[in-house]
């Protein structure tokens, strides 16, 4: 779907939006070098980009000791979700929900048989392709690692398409780019995206065995990544320290940030992340979304549009301790109005 | 393809290159402003682009006279041949030969039957797509306006998906917005990469009636064109007269440098452009850019890659009279070493 995604800041003009809940992307993130380097790559511009950013996969597959075409880099992650359900046409997925709802317009796209299942052990026998993400999203919570590891090795038969795009913000394991390859029916996706906290670039990258890679690959167009993501991407990869993510930090905020929603009514679940799936006791999120941009310049993330959740359930992601206790006062205002 | 194209400047590094024969753009545009307001646009990089660039659509609809929807903005125009690609699945597509090479990738993957033709006369009459890059490319030159027209009207049953690319490097006229969003049979694609000089940042666009894009943009995933590319593309169209092209002057220099490479020896076929198909007597073209390149600097566009050509084939686009004549020098020089 193009619209109804998390982070629609450009609907309300970046000046009206004081606190951005909404994106569970960190917020605060000093780019000023990164800006200044991009000012500077004016080739980036005045010249094509590789057809293929070989450069950037070679890079990225170096930082995570595996061989050069056991990394594709694309548009985004969204790209790699499509290009898969491409390579995957007709297949029968299955998709953990609720989740980003890219995995099923793609399959949907590619006319998969899809089927939506609320726990792994829903994965039906004849799932060719399993969709799962992982730390989830709208949710945060992480798969026991032994027991993600335990199902890929016992449905060999099927291809796990595992999107880590938040694995930075979870202090808990998650499979590595190294055991990815190693199995032969795995492909991670993960992105720059929520890593470096830029997803106006987009940049994602899947890992994978390069046999698997390479039905994906056979249906790129040349150019999808453009000069300056590619140029932005080699930049912060040689960086990293300097965006180094206190994920243990964020998550105690978290829990902090979910006592207060709850003691407020708002049901709050457990998450593992820095971000959380709230459901109001009444009224709708959608409500309290437009009350919140136009009193406080608050913008939370309306989740009823997510698989099997409710018109009552709001996505929130830690903005620092002082923001969220804004959020926590915002909500208690509202709830008190509106009873 | 995702090799093979021209500007394939990456493979030497810009420092090994003096002289850019082998991309079709205009060389020696200052990007100054364009990269100082880049560098001021933090917020394309730290926030989500629009799922879809509405606003930058609305900007050129209006520049163009025509209706919001009857124009699609895309990840380059390369984006747009996939999508139409995909949407016209499994069809007959003809596709007028030589000419660039994403248009039979493209229905290559989505399993249309292509025919592949050398001149108007002889697209079938079974074909449900008709692929014109027009002025051509590598050839430069321009269908006769009223020929196109009168082949779109009597051809009524097929989709024409015209690339004009180049409209920009010609003073020949060529189809208009208004006029393809009349015909119910065109989809004109556009770009941004020669008009202001920035093909690093793959900003194109789809015209026409807004029934026959919504074809396309059914298969549109989110966030195609990033933040930074669409943050370009609105401040590059609001200063239009600071990037006029001087397509008279361009075209008067590429036909001395025509005639200066013919007096080698060299058959240059007649353009209507800035650039220029070339055949060698003898030898092939690929050998001669090697020798360019390391002897002079210079990069051409080995052109026999290209449905229909030749080992032989070359594409060249002028780059001013001084480098222009470097080039007549230099490939007298390798023809009269070779002989």
């Given amino acids: 779907m193009t619209e109804g995604h998390g982070d629609d800041i ?32 004016s080739e980036a511009v005045t010249n094509y980009p590789e057809p293929v950013p070989a450069a950037l996969e070679r890079q990225l597959a170096h930082e995570a000791g595996v061989e050069p075409d056991c990394v594709t880099v694309t548009n985004g992650a969204t790209e790699a979700i499509y290009l898969i359900a491409g390579a995957m046409e007709g297949m029968t997925s299955a998709v953990l929900q609720p989740t980003f709802s890219e995995y099923a317009d793609a399959c949907t796209l590619y006319r998969h048989h899809i089927v939506n299942c609320m726990s792994l052990h829903d994965i039906p ?52 780019a190294a055991e990815a390859v190693d199995y032969d029916n795995v492909i991670l996706l993960n992105s720059l995206t929520k890593r470096f906290s830029v997803p106006g670039l987009r940049i994602g990258y899947a890992t994978g065995a390069a046999a698997l890679l390479d039905r994906m690959r056979a249906r790129r167009m040349p150019w999808s990544v453009n000069g300056p993501a590619i140029e932005a991407a080699r930049f912060l990869l040689g960086r990293k320290q300097e965006y180094a993510i206190d994920a243990r930090t964020m998550h105690e905020e978290a829990l902090r940030l979910s006592d207060g929603l709850r003691r407020l009514g708002v049901a709050v679940e457990p998450t593992d992340c820095n971000f959380m799936l709230c459901c109001l006791p009444e009224g709708s999120s959608r409500s309290l979304k437009e009350w919140l941009i136009e009193r406080h310049g608050i913008l939370i993330r309306d989740a009823s549009n997510f698989y099997g959740l409710t018109p009552a359930h709001f996505r929130v992601a830690v903005q620092g301790r002082q923001a969220d206790d804004i959020l926590i006062n915002a909500v208690g205002q509202w709830m008190s109005l509106s009873l």
């Fill in 10 to 41: 450009y609907r309300y003009g970046a000046s009206a939006v004081r606190y951005n809940f909404s994106s569970n992307i960190l917020c605060g993130v000093d780019h000023t070098p990164l800006m200044r380097h991009l000012a500077s790559c």
């Fill in 125 to 176: 026998a004849e799932a060719a392709v399993v969709w799962i993400c992982n730390p989830g999203n709208p949710c945060g919570r992480v798969i026991d690692k032994a027991v993600l590891d335990g199902l890929v090795t016992r449905r060999g038969d099927a291809v796990f398409v595992i999107d880590q795009a938040y694995a930075d913000y979870t202090i808990l394991p998650v499979m590595t």
